[in-house]
């Protein structure tokens, strides 16, 4: 074991680094290890966007304090069984040996490991076991995914109970912290200028810096909209389409009928998917794909809906099966095209090939929103892009959109029915479980219809796309980007598809390279924010008509459609939005009646 052998870890460990970066640290785990030297702090929080090699900079300071004797042994705390191992064999590389399989029931391990790998919920089982072992030898203290520690008030007692006196704690995260206001144990808080505390990072790497510096890839979010139809309990049949504006529960039901494998819709994402995929595949060859469902039966139906689409059978995960790490493990080795797993993979799990993803659950958090699209992101040569797939929901939309926010966590935050980081459906402490999980909700109701329309994409906080129907051609324009591309090109390829789709629609053609070439008023809008902007005022409006008129939010937006002509809110253009705010604007002035 020696600081030597674990500088030359894989930054990018286990797979290898991408281009230029092997057989040295990254610039941001060398900043950040120069940090905690320079300090040598007890605690220390690092925060990096998936896919930037935090087991590597963390290896590195165990090397470190092992080698100058600061430390005597190592404790790594992580999520689930699969990256205990994952752990212990990364630091198999570096000559320190990891026991994976201790437990509290057999209270020790072998003179040959130097330390031990457990999970959160074993450490919550034996804490004072574990506060002796840390009493009794020097040990630094590794807490992988540290907002784990929150999951449960006994979890985080456990975790404090249990390392209080480690001589060093290391606490990773990969992800925006919890939106819950329960403290994380060994995470430091300060007060902002509104006196609100938050978590303070002592060393933060995201994801737009990584993207900048080719750390980790691109994410092209291609988002379905399409017609749903369901009935209720009470045996009312309600039709909606997916990604206009409706009330919460409508978007939840709407969304559930999507998911619905009986329906087309799932059929028709799963298959346009699949043709992304073989795409990318034509410069990586290896690439794969991953659909994350909600529970054991959707997964099963998706897994014989793509054995029909590609003629192969997928890897199925599901988090019962005893099995599950070696499959993924023989996934991640080898060059099957799809893996279809319910939610166990989507939190720091490593399978570097995955390059196309279908966003196949109604988790809404954007916590597990970050870790799932983390399982794509991950770079191994210039180029590389990663293709997600997602209902035209109006949350996974802005979360898609703000992919490169920084997050903290934050504590004396009030709770709000309409915060999008509120507790909705308890899932904070849910949503990373491995478990089978069917209920999406109380209300019960019956999926009836569901067909899949294209509606945009979006990449590098624009929007590109008009809405077109499955298996169209201007839907294959946008699947038929090719797989390796710089950023730049994309966004160059993107513009283009965008102007040959409009003058397809108009009945003109697009001669070859061209880019929008219209009056500056009806040039789409590329910004996701300004079409943000334009669809709150837009509903501000019908809501504050509603109001006045007593006509129903859904009976409003028909009616300024069928005045103003375009599709949903959802997919409108700015200027079809702005002539729809002009015309309710006309109704609350009493200049137009409405029809």
Same mark, same amino acid.
């Given at each position: 074991?020696?600081?030597?052998?674990?500088?030359?870890?894989?930054?990018?460990?286990?797979?290898?680094?991408?281009?230029?970066?092997?057989?040295?640290?990254?610039?941001?785990?060398?900043?950040?290890?120069?940090?905690?030297?320079?300090?040598?702090?007890?605690?220390?929080?690092?925060?990096?966007?998936?896919?930037?090699?935090?087991?590597?900079?963390?290896?590195?300071?165990?090397?470190?304090?092992?080698?100058?004797?600061?430390?005597?042994?190592?404790?790594?705390?992580?999520?689930?069984?699969?990256?205990?191992?994952?752990?212990?064999?990364?630091?198999?590389?570096?000559?320190?040996?990891?026991?994976?399989?201790?437990?509290?029931?057999?209270?020790?391990?072998?003179?040959?490991?130097?330390?031990?790998?457990?999970?959160?919920?074993?450490?919550?089982?034996?804490?004072?076991?574990?506060?002796?072992?840390?009493?009794?030898?020097?040990?630094?203290?590794? /807490?992988?995914?540290?907002?784990?520690?929150?999951?449960? !008030?006994?979890?985080?007692?456990?975790?404090?109970?249990?390392?209080?006196?480690?001589?060093?704690?290391?606490?990773?995260?990969?992800? +925006?912290?919890?939106?819950?206001?329960?403290?994380?144990?060994?995470?430091?808080?300060?007060?902002?200028?509104?006196?609100? =505390?938050?978590?303070?990072?002592?060393?933060?790497?995201?994801?737009?810096?990584?993207?900048?510096?080719?750390?980790v890839r691109p994410v092209i979010f291609l988002s379905y909209a399409g017609q749903m139809?369901?009935?209720?309990?009470?045996?009312?049949?309600?039709?909606?389409?997916?990604?206009?504006?409706?009330?919460?529960?409508?978007?939840?039901?709407?969304w559930r009928t999507a998911l619905d494998p009986a329906g087309n819709w799932m059929q028709? #994402? /799963?298959?346009?998917?699949?043709?992304? !995929?073989?795409?990318?595949?034509?410069? @990586?060859?290896?690439?794969?794909?991953? @659909?994350?469902?909600?529970?054991?039966?959707?997964?099963?139906?998706?897994?014989?809906?793509?054995?029909?689409?590609?003629?192969?059978?997928?890897?199925?995960?599901?988090?019962?099966?005893?099995?599950?790490?070696?499959?993924?493990?023989?996934?991640?080795?080898?060059?099957?095209?799809?893996?279809?797993?319910?939610?166990?993979?989507?939190?720091? #799990?490593?399978?570097?090939?995955?390059? @196309?993803?279908?966003?196949?659950?109604?988790?809404?958090?954007?916590?597990?929103?970050?870790?799932? #699209?983390?399982?794509?992101?991950?770079?191994?040569?210039?180029?590389?892009?990663?293709? #997600?797939?997602?209902?035209?929901?109006?949350?996974?939309?802005?979360?898609?959109?703000?992919?490169?926010?920084?997050?903290?966590?934050?504590?004396?935050?009030?709770?709000?029915?309409?915060?999008?980081?509120?507790?909705?459906?308890?899932?904070?402490?849910?949503?990373?479980?491995?478990?089978?999980?069917?209920?999406?909700?109380?209300?019960?109701?019956?999926?009836?219809?569901?067909?899949?329309?294209?509606? =945009? @994409?979006?990449?590098?906080?624009?929007?590109?796309?008009?809405?077109?129907?499955?298996?169209?051609?201007?839907?294959?324009?946008?699947?038929?980007?090719?797989?390796?591309?710089?950023?730049?090109?994309?966004?160059?390829?993107?513009?283009?598809?965008?102007?040959?789709?409009?003058?397809?629609?108009?009945?003109?053609?697009?001669?070859?390279?061209?880019? +929008?070439?219209?009056?500056?008023q009806e040039r789409p809008v590329v910004s996701h924010q300004q079409l943000l902007s334009?669809?709150?005022?837009?509903?501000?409006?019908?809501?504050?008509?509603?109001?006045?008129?007593?006509? +129903?939010?859904?009976?409003?937006?028909?009616?300024?459609?069928?005045?103003?002509?375009?599709?949903?809110?959802?997919?409108?253009?700015?200027?079809?939005? =702005?002539?729809?705010?002009?015309?309710?604007?006309?109704?609350?002035?009493?200049?137009?009646?409405?029809?």
């Open positions: 074991m020696s600081t030597n052998a674990a500088s030359h870890l894989s930054p990018a460990y286990p797979d290898r680094a991408p281009w230029g970066t092997a057989g040295k640290l990254r610039a941001w785990q060398q900043a950040a290890l120069d940090e905690y030297l320079r300090r040598e702090p007890r605690d220390f929080l690092a925060v990096a966007t998936p896919g930037a090699g935090k087991t590597t900079f963390a290896l590195r300071i165990a090397t470190e304090l092992l080698d100058r004797h600061i430390v005597q042994q190592i404790t790594v705390v992580a999520p689930t069984e699969h990256l205990k191992h994952q752990w212990s064999e990364a630091a198999k590389k570096v000559g320190i040996g990891i026991d994976p399989t201790y437990s509290g029931s057999s209270g020790g391990t072998s003179r040959d490991y130097t330390g031990i790998a457990v999970t959160y919920a074993g450490v919550a089982a034996h804490p004072m076991l574990h506060r002796s072992r840390v009493e009794n030898r020097r040990t630094l203290v590794i /807490l992988d995914e540290i907002h784990h520690a929150g999951d449960a !008030l006994a979890w985080g007692d456990a975790i404090s109970e249990a390392f209080e006196p480690a001589a060093r704690r290391l606490a990773l995260t990969g992800t +925006p912290f919890r939106s819950d206001i329960a403290q994380i144990p060994f995470v430091g808080y300060a007060p902002d200028a509104e006196g609100i =505390r938050r978590s303070v990072a002592d060393y933060s790497y995201g994801y737009g810096a990584a993207l900048a510096d080719g750390v139809r369901w009935r209720t309990k009470a045996g009312d049949e309600i039709a909606a389409s997916l990604g206009e504006p409706m009330t919460q529960d409508a978007v939840s039901q709407a028709a #994402v /799963l298959r346009a998917a699949d043709k992304r !995929l073989t795409e990318v595949r034509k410069a @990586v060859s290896d690439a794969g794909a991953l @659909v994350i469902a909600t529970d054991h039966f959707a997964a099963r139906a998706y897994a014989k809906m793509l054995r029909d689409i590609t003629g192969q059978s997928p890897t199925v995960v599901l988090s019962d099966d005893p099995k599950a790490s070696s499959k993924i493990e023989k996934f991640s080795e080898g060059e099957d095209r799809w893996m279809v797993a319910v939610r166990m993979v989507s939190e720091g #799990v490593d399978v570097p090939r995955l390059a @196309v993803g279908v966003y196949a659950t109604s988790i809404s958090t954007p916590l597990f929103f970050a870790q799932a #699209v983390g399982r794509f992101v991950r770079a191994r040569r210039r180029g590389e892009t990663a293709s #997600v797939f997602l209902p035209s929901v109006p949350m996974l939309v802005q979360f898609a959109n703000e992919l490169e926010l920084q997050r903290d966590h934050i504590l004396d935050r009030k709770k709000r029915d309409d915060d999008m980081w509120s507790e909705e459906e308890d899932l904070l402490a849910d949503a990373n479980a491995e478990k089978n999980e069917t209920d999406l909700g109380e209300f019960k109701f019956e999926a009836l219809e569901s067909e899949a329309t294209f509606d =945009r @994409v979006m990449f590098d906080g624009g929007e590109y796309g008009l809405a077109a129907e499955a298996g169209s051609a201007d839907e294959a324009d946008y699947l038929g980007i090719p797989g390796l591309l710089e950023p730049e090109h994309v966004r160059t390829l993107l513009q283009k598809r965008q102007t040959r789709q409009i003058a397809r629609q108009r009945g003109q053609q697009a001669p070859d390279g061209a880019v +929008p070439n219209l009056p500056a334009l669809r709150k005022e837009l509903h501000t409006l019908v809501g504050a008509w509603h109001h006045q008129s007593g006509l +129903p939010h859904g009976v409003i937006h028909n009616d300024l459609r069928r005045s103003c002509g375009g599709p949903p809110a959802a997919q409108a253009t700015a200027v079809e939005l =702005r002539a729809r705010i002009d015309k309710v604007r006309a109704w609350a002035a009493g200049r137009e009646k409405q029809r």
